[in-house]
């Protein structure tokens, strides 16, 4: 399905659990992955269930959001980064989604992610950049669409992602998310509405 059919508006709400965040303290480098909350119907789905500073902190914002963690239907990994997986099974029904496979229980159902509907207004774009292997989560809201992913880190970039092993690559699927996106939601800060200073 081409991104032009994704649906400027829809019935999916959106609502970020945590913002990701990189910070150097005396301890150490700590790094938080920005974990996403999408209801649509019947489904319920966590993006990035990473590293966050307390696990408890999540589960209370999930229940904020009167969505119990067996609730939660589908988990996304945008890719295969610990700092972005590593509380997955804090979700026991969900079905976990990646770039080619979705895990259901013991099953293993290879597919292409790029245009994988989760539901209505839910669905997955390849966007390899930031690793080979990235995946966005696009969201369609009554507020215009949400798109949460790693080819940005926050806001302002980096431009250049130190990880990338192609920037080239990496602008492409900068351009294919802006083409569609009303609001970013980066990997490690807080969402932002795309504009010219937005690095490509
Ligand atoms: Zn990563
Ligand atoms: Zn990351």
Known sequence: MPDSQIPATGTASVHVLQDGYVREASDGEHVGSTVTLIIDGDAVVVVDPGMVSS????????????????AVTDVVFSHHHPDHTVNAA????ARIHDHWAIYDGDLWISRAADGA???????LIATPGHTAEDISTVASTAGGVYVCTHAWWGADGPADDPFSPDLKLLAASR???????SVIIPGHGPMFVPGPDTPR
Do not use: Q
């Open 90 to 93: 804090l979700f026991p029904a």
């Open 175 to 181: 351009a294919r998310i802006l083409a569609v996106a």
């Open 117 to 123: 509907v989760l539901s209505p207004s839910v669905r």
């Open 55 to 70: 696990r408890e902190a999540l589960l209370a914002a999930l229940v904020g959001h009167s969505v119990t963690p067996d």
